[in-house]
């Protein structure tokens, strides 16, 4: 089923997102966690890709998994930059061929030591990936929104210019970046629909789980971290199940507000982990996400699972 129809039909669409590990065993276990987040009953999982291309066939492998065995909508995230049209769509076929329905269009961050300059050929922009993807593929189709801007674009409203210029392309849905303040959503959503974005923006939700990966990824992906949230991360330090505990909290009231305000979606980085959301679920309780059918979660299973989550440590 197509991505977009779930947020056509449903007042509430709900999904998960996972990276593919970097070893067979690592997936075995990603496959278990998954079939525990599938009680939450979501409406797909979304499984991210490498720009770097080396874990591509791990990430088709994985969201074919999803679908076929677990008998959950799945969708592949797929990056473009520096890549050849032939080698795009030689993947994409590939992609066709596991019965994939559903993709999340992208550019993928730039290497580091990549050189400004494209090479010729190559894609440098999400907005021709999604032109090649509508002019020979039928997958359902989202692209990525950036609520605080993107990081290399001085310009807010150009930057919502060219996630327009996507939409136009045949994005059907925008899932955000990372915020923590739920303000910048909000204002991205007013501004987009401004300019005639008129496709559903999904809110990114990250429950935090450590001090210096979030701080990582809130610079990757020029995220504000709000000062009081800082302050409470700063002086929780590397005490990591204090850290888990102060994300599910400050992630069920980013939700909450959400939620009252009637956003069409929620997406979560999940970081292979199933802890977070569930508990998450917990405090937020049925009236929220008892839409997709999901199932009560006893509080000592969250306990169980925060006490094997800190044996495991983050992949
Ligand atoms: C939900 C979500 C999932 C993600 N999953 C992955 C993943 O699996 N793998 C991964 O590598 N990355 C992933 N990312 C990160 C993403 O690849 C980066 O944020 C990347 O830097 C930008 O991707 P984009 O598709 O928004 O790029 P684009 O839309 O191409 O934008 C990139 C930059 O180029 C500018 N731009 C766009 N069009 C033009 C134009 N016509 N002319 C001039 N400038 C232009 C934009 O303003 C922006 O500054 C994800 C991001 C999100 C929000």
Redo the contacts with the bound molecule.
């Keep these: 089923m197509k991505i977009q129809e779930f947020y056509a039909r449903s007042p509430l669409t709900y999904s998960f997102?996972v990276f593919p590990p970097k070893t067979d065993r690592g997936v075995l276990k990603l496959y278990d966690t998954i079939a525990e987040l599938k009680a939450l009953d979501p409406s797909f999982i979304s499984v991210?890709?490498?720009?770097d291309r080396t874990n591509r066939d791990r990430t088709f492998q994985i969201a074919a998994h999803v679908k076929k065995k677990l008998g959950l909508e799945s969708m592949f995230?797929f990056?473009c930059i520096g890549a050849t049209e032939e080698q795009i769509i030689q993947d994409l076929d590939m992609a066709r061929a596991l019965d994939l329905e559903n993709i999340?269009?992208?550019?993928?961050?730039?290497p580091e030591e990549a050189p400004s300059a494209p090479v010729r050929n190559t894609f440098r922009?999400?907005?021709q990936l999604v032109l090649l993807i509508k002019d020979r593929y039928d997958f359902g189709m989202g692209?990525?929104?950036?609520p605080e801007g993107?990081?290399?674009?001085q310009d807010k409203e150009?930057?919502l210019q060219?996630?327009k210029?996507?939409v136009d392309a045949g994005g059907e849905f925008v899932?955000?970046?990372i915020f923590f303040d739920n303000g910048y959503y909000y204002d991205f959503v007013e501004r987009a629909q401004r300019i005639g974005i008129s496709v559903p923006i999904i809110p990114?939700i990250l429950p935090i789980l450590n001090l210096t990966q979030v701080k990582r990824f809130a610079a990757l992906?020029g995220a504000t971290i709000p000062p009081n949230l800082a302050r409470h991360l700063e002086r929780l330090g590397d005490n990591d199940a204090a850290v888990r505990k102060l994300g599910i909290d400050y992630a069920t009231q980013q939700c909450l507000g959400l939620l009252e305000q009637g956003v069409p979606g929620i997406?979560f980085y999940c970081l292979n982990r199933s802890a977070s959301v569930k508990a998450i679920f917990k405090n937020l309780g049925p009236r929220w996400f008892s839409g997709n059918g999901n199932e009560e979660i006893s509080k000592e299973k969250v306990e169980v699972e925060m006490v094997k989550d800190q044996v495991y440590g983050v992949e």
């Design positions: 997102e991210t890709f490498a720009p995230h990056t999340l269009a992208l550019r993928g961050d730039r922009y999400a907005y692209v990525a929104g950036h993107h990081i290399e674009c150009q930057d060219h996630l210029e996507k899932i955000t970046q990114g992906a997406h």
